[in-house]
């Protein structure tokens, strides 16, 4: 009887490494953000603020911890940020003024073939009721802190990948 069920183990072992996955967190090598112009909602929020590809990448590997170059497991990160819209008005307000901003972030392994992580971020910053007089900031700021905050929702999603697909077992098998 411990004969077949130290048989029946062994097997079970033998049989479950090909899906065996290395556990995290990872870090990341790469961050890329874009704002494709054929996806972007509003074309005249990149008059406003060109540059919010570049800051949204610099604010997420400010937050995610950065892989050394000969890490053996790591993540890649693919940032589109498709819209910067003012409630549900595709165009900016004369002083570009907007208080939804919305983007994909896709989470890629070390070879990058395929995706382990693929969501969709939307903020929207609402005014709440006080019985204080209330000040809203600069759009400078605001911009800065919506940059933030997606960039915060990012490295979350970063968090949540907790395993890799083992793939040089799975090759080699």
Do not use: C, Q
């Amino acid at each position: 009887m411990f004969k077949k069920t130290m048989t029946a183990v062994g097997l079970a072992m033998i049989v479950a490494t090909p899906v065996l996955a290395v556990e995290g967190p990872f870090p990341v090598r790469e961050v890329d953000a874009s704002t494709p112009l054929e996806a972007f909602e509003n074309p005249n929020a990149l008059d406003y603020y060109p540059d919010v590809a570049a800051d949204v990448a610099a604010a997420v590997a400010a937050k995610v911890d950065a892989a050394p170059e000969d890490a053996e497991h790591s993540l890649g990160l693919s940032i589109k940020v498709t819209a910067l819209r003012l409630n549900d008005n595709p165009v900016l307000t004369d002083d570009g003024k907007f208080n939804i901003m919305e983007g994909v972030v896709v989470v890629y392994d070390k070879e990058g073939d395929s995706p382990l992580k693929n969501e969709a971020i939307i903020l929207r910053a609402e005014e709440m009721p006080t019985a204080m007089p209330a000040f809203s900031p600069d759009n400078r700021d605001f911009y800065i802190a919506m940059v933030d905050a997606f960039a915060d929702r990012t490295a979350e999603i970063v968090e949540g990948v907790d395993f890799l697909p083992d793939t040089e077992n799975n090759a080699s098998k």
